[in-house]
Every structure is written in structure tokens, then in C-alpha cells.
């Protein structure tokens, strides 16, 4: 008989190694020190406070999407503009929009969230410069002035709905003649093949990343029933019956698109 080894087998199976939850444990755990239950996503309470870190590590080009609504802004604004931010969050584009358009006479810049913790430090990052002006409201009550460029960034995809229709519409009418409406989203693939695969893309992006399988789990789970994204070609058809003609994709990556509509 061979004698027995005292050494301890080593295990070659990796599933070992990993850390797993514990049964009947649900990760809340969204990352970036973000708690958020099943169904119950929330922009509200302390998320103000991580947010930009949270998104800008989230989201695909983030940044980046925020310079290019920057140059094109210079198409469309001019003395005297209107710039609307809906859905603005902690202002950072709308301060972006303002340093670049330093020179301009009497331009105003109107940010609108529903969230007060995100006004309250929009007006905080923004308080240097007096042509930079907050509300907190909600987007489906927002009484829209005569604007010249309005953007969502990444908001529409949190409207119900049955009330999208509307906003697109009171954007297309708030409008001038010649102003532009820039929008991002996530969007949905055309089918269920290429759903699967956009899907499967992103959960490698936040992967690498550097957020865990639970924390892209519990993200997905908080997010059931609050962000509702339609396909490009669903969000170009709410742009086309609110009245827009000139519509045109300006960037995308994986399931993050940017659309530009002219009035």
C-alpha cells in the first residue's frame, strides 16, 4: 500500500475559489456604495454624492458624450440662447455647456431634475455661475419655455411610458424654429438575438469594470419596472409623430445611443 500523502489537495476548479452569496441572501449591493432593493432604483437620498463617479464608470463614453453635446451645442446656441437640461442630475453638463459658451451675451442655462438632493448639489457645483438656474420638478409637469437647444441626458429612459409621448411632444413645441433636441439613451436590440448579445456585451463591460457579478445583478433587479428603454427605431418613431423630420444617430456603443433631432 502507498502511504497517504499529508499534503492537502490542491483544487483546480476556480468555481471553488470564488466567493459566492449566501443562499437566500439577495445582493442590494449596486456598487459605488449604492443600496438599492428589487424594483426600488432611486436617484434620491445619498446617490447625489457618488453619482457622477457611479455613472461616468457605468455607462459606456459617458464623458465622452457629454463633449460631443458640447460641440454641437455651437450650432445651435448663439446670444441670447436658451439651453434646457432635462433631467440634470448634479448639473456637470450644464457646467460644461456654460464654460464653453463663456462669451455669450445674456445666455441662460435651465437644469430640471425631480430630485432635490441632485438640485441641491447642481446649485452647489454651479453657484459661480449666475447664468446657471435649477429646478427641481417633475419632467411630465415641466412647463417648457421657448428654448433653443434641449438635451436628455440618459433621462428618457425613466419616463413611463404611457407619458413619454407627451414630453417628446412639449420638447418638439417648446422649441424655435431651427433649435435642436440631443438625447442619449439605452436602447433596446431590434430583436431578441441581438438583445442577447448587446446584453451580454455590457455585462463584460462592467465586469471589466470592476464590479462584481452580484453587483450587476443587484443593479439589474433594482432597475425592473423604473428604466424602460425603447429601440432606436421606437425612439426615432416618438420623435418623428411629436413632429420631427431631421433626425440622425450620432453615436452609439453597444446599447448606448446618442440621437439628434432638429426642429
Not at 57 to 78: M, N, R, T, W
Not at 199 to 210: Q, V
Not at 225 to 237: K, R
Request: hydrophobic letters at 35%.
Amino acid at each position: 500500500m502507498e502511504p497517504k500523502s499529508s499534503k492537502k489537495k490542491i483544487s483546480t476548479n476556480l468555481d471553488e475559489k470564488v466567493a459566492k452569496p449566501k443562499k437566500g441572501i439577495v445582493p442590494t449591493t449596486t456598487g459605488d456604495n449604492i443600496e438599492a432593493p428589487n424594483a426600488g432604483w432611486s436617484f434620491g437620498g445619498n446617490v447625489a454624492k457618488t453619482f457622477d463617479d457611479h455613472v461616468s464608470k457605468s455607462v459606456p463614453l459617458y464623458q465622452e458624450g457629454h463633449d460631443l453635446i458640447c460641440k454641437a451645442s455651437d450650432y445651435f446656441l448663439s446670444d441670447n440662447s436658451v439651453v434646457c437640461d432635462l433631467g440634470t442630475s448634479t448639473g456637470e453638463l450644464l457646467l460644461k455647456l456654460a464654460k464653453r459658451h463663456d462669451k455669450r451675451q445674456n445666455l441662460r442655462l435651465i437644469g430640471l431634475d425631480r430630485e432635490q438632493g441632485m438640485i441641491d448639489e447642481a446649485k452647489r457645483k454651479c453657484k459661480s455661475d449666475p447664468r446657471i438656474q435649477f429646478e427641481c420638478v417633475e419632467i411630465v409637469e415641466a412647463e417648457l419655455e421657448k428654448t433653443d437647444f434641449i438635451v436628455a441626458y440618459y433621462m428618457m429612459q425613466f419616463i413611463r411610458p404611457a407619458f413619454r409621448q407627451d414630453v417628446f411632444n412639449r420638447i418638439y413645441n417648446s422649441l424655435q424654429w431651427g433649435g435642436a433636441f440631443l438625447f442619449f439613451e439605452k436602447v433596446r436590440g431590434p430583436d431578441a438575438r441581438f438583445q442577447d448579445i448587446i446584453s451580454g456585451l455590457y455585462t463584460d463591460y462592467k465586469l471589466e469594470k470592476g464590479y462584481s457579478s452580484e453587483e450587476i445583478i443587484a443593479k439589474s433587479r433594482s432597475l425592473k419596472g423604473v428604466l424602460e428603454p425603447f429601440s432606436t427605431e421606437g425612439n426615432y418613431d416618438l420623435l418623428k409623430r411629436a413632429g420631427f423630420k431631421d433626425i440622425m444617430t450620432i453615436m452609439k456603443y453597444i446599447c448606448f445611443e446618442g440621437i439628434l433631432a432638429i426642429k
